[in-house]
């Protein structure tokens, strides 16, 4: 499926989300309990989306925390941008991310003026799974497991999670790129 297809679909499911939350529902008295949005936003899931139950329960949640009321159309808003930035997928699939981190990683090492020799160097060393740094960073396929290797790798440094904790070049919660720090300045707010 070529790229011009894949935006097309996309497009058209959220299409079909939206359109699945056309109709108001009437206004009531109480407001909604949590187990009744979780149930109205289950209905609206796509078809195919796994953890439906899961979904609905951080979606709820986060309505809850940040008082946002759960009409239909708020809901709609958050399920169409959902599905449009990741499809459902809480750890998606990043085509050509070993190659993107390889070159982020020389882009980096060059501006501090670190050769090329060293940082290939400090790629073959063992990491806590056994396997090298450069053979973990050429097999991933998500950010999620980009983080991992990049906490490995500053926590076997000396003084590394001291000097680089802040420096994570993938401190995002997720597939809509939700800065880490930015969630957590959200959630303390």
Same mark, same amino acid.
């Given at each position: ?55 609905? *329960? ?50 980096? *090492? ?7 020799? *060293? ?12 396997? %090298? ?7 991933? %396929? ?44 959200? *959630? %303390?707010?």
């Amino acid at each position: 499926m070529n790229l011009s297809r894949l935006g097309a679909a996309s497009c058209l499911a959220s299409l079909a989300l939206v359109g699945g939350c056309a109709t108001r529902s009437p206004l009531s008295e109480a407001p909604p309990t949590p187990a009744e949005v979780r149930a109205r936003i289950v209905t609206l899931l796509p078809a195919a989306t796994r953890d439906r139950p899961g979904w609905a *329960a951080d979606i709820q949640a986060a309505f809850a925390a940040l008082e946002i009321e759960p009409a239909s159309e708020n809901l709609c808003a958050v399920l169409a941008v959902t599905e449009q930035e990741s499809t459902f997928d809480a750890d998606p699939a990043v085509p050509g991310l070993a190659r993107i981190a390889r070159a982020e990683i020389d882009k980096r *090492a060059a501006s501090h003026h670190i050769p090329k020799f *060293a940082v290939a160097a400090a790629l073959t060393l063992k990491s806590p799974n056994g396997k %090298r740094y450069d053979e973990r960073i050429a097999g991933i %396929r998500t950010e999620s497991q980009l983080s991992r290797i990049y906490e490995d790798l500053i926590g076997s440094v000396p003084l590394g999670s001291r000097i680089f904790a802040n420096a994570n070049p993938v401190r995002t919660g997720g597939p809509m790129q939700v800065s880490i720090a930015f969630a957590e300045q959200h *959630a %303390r707010a």
